[in-house]
């Protein structure tokens, strides 16, 4: 009897083990779950919602204008002059009424004649009731974007414009977020030598189609680029570039670009001045 009865006991101490673990198992799984659904909702807000590094793009709210150009700026083969925000439509009038010389044709809008969004909106580059460069709640009034032409060429000559830098570092990838606008020409790019005598505008790239089935023509580049790792910067390692044989009229605006760590035999590095 005190056999059976031991046997009894461990079935017992058995099966309420067994329910201890099956309990706390469901508990772990209640919590893994809970966790999966907190980093699930922090990823999606994340995708949206990140902060941005420095820009290493000095005056790329062209602000400071020399002769007709943001100061820093520079082409090669390229004409490029400071254009008032609302040329294209790249944002309207902070008003609340369709000014009277307001103009129906995005394609046509200028300083003069800007394009008419709605009651106190800048247009989709900017938040509903936020400022922009040139009107708007609480924004600066002296901004401008950046117009870019050219006429065709022979292939062997370059077609480049060069972001004015911020300062020096070393690095082998920039993140680029810029709006462009391509109204003549077939594609641009921003990349290591884009532009560059026989390179082909490369790196991030916008077509004139792309260009075209945006809102107002002005597509938004954001993006990841490799160029080749140098302390100089910016220049040929990172070009705004088109293609030298065709007629070019673009527009770039609010140009922004941050660097990331580079990767040494050791490590991870950035170095700067």
Known sequence: MSFEKDITDLVRATNKLTEAVNTQISDIHRELGSARQKIDIYVAKAKGEYPLPVNLVSNSLMQDVVNGIPNGFSSRGLTIEAAHPYTSAFEAPYVPERPSNATNDPDKATKDTPYFFNRYTKGPRFPRWGGGLATGWGCISNGH?????????????????????????????????????????????????????????????????????????????????????????????????????????????????????????????????
């Open 145 to 273: 974007i950046l117009k870019i032409t050219g006429t065709p060429g022979e292939n062997e000559e370059s077609r480049q414009v060069f972001l004015p830098k911020a300062r020096s570092l070393y690095s082998s990838h920039y993140g680029v977020r810029m709006w462009v606008k391509l109204v003549k020409g077939s594609i641009m790019g921003i990349g290591d030598h884009s532009g560059y005598r026989t390179t082909a505008p490369r790196g991030l790239t916008v077509t004139r189609e792309q260009s075209q089935n945006s809102p107002q023509g002005w597509f938004l580049i954001d993006g990841v680029v490799g160029v080749s790792a140098t302390t100089g910067g910016f220049g040929n390692s990172l070009s705004v570039g088109f293609k030298s044989t065709e007629t070019i009229e673009a527009y770039i605006a609010m140009p922004t670009i941050w660097a990331f760590l580079h990767p040494t035999p050791s490590g991870l590095s950035m170095g700067g001045s």
